[in-house]
């Protein structure tokens, strides 16, 4: 039997989670994807299927900040960007994913 790859592995962790969260329009979820090279974040509301409110690493205004996308400093700049666009959009609270 082939031996699972750390996507799979990744992807079934996330069931488990999403078993037990689900995003409401007063309450919307954070989900935050990391990869070795860039960080994504998205706020999702799952009642409507759709994502509220997102930012990446890749972002043209984060990405000329950033020198690395996947380091420490790169999560902070993303984080900032997250909140700041969440709170224009009048969302000031989420269930971490």
Known sequence: MARESRNDRRK????????????TPEKPRLSV??????ISV?????????????????DKELKAQIRNGGNKEAAKQVGE?????????????VSFD
């Open 33 to 38: 994807y990391r990869s070795n090279k860039n």
């Open 12 to 23: 079934g962790r996330h069931d488990r989670i999403r078993q037990n969260l689900y995003g």
């Open 81 to 93: 960007a997250i909140a700041k666009r969440a709170l224009a959009k009048g969302i000031e609270t």
């Open 42 to 58: 998205q706020i999702i509301d799952d009642v409507n299927g759709t994502t509220l409110v997102a930012a990446s690493s890749l």
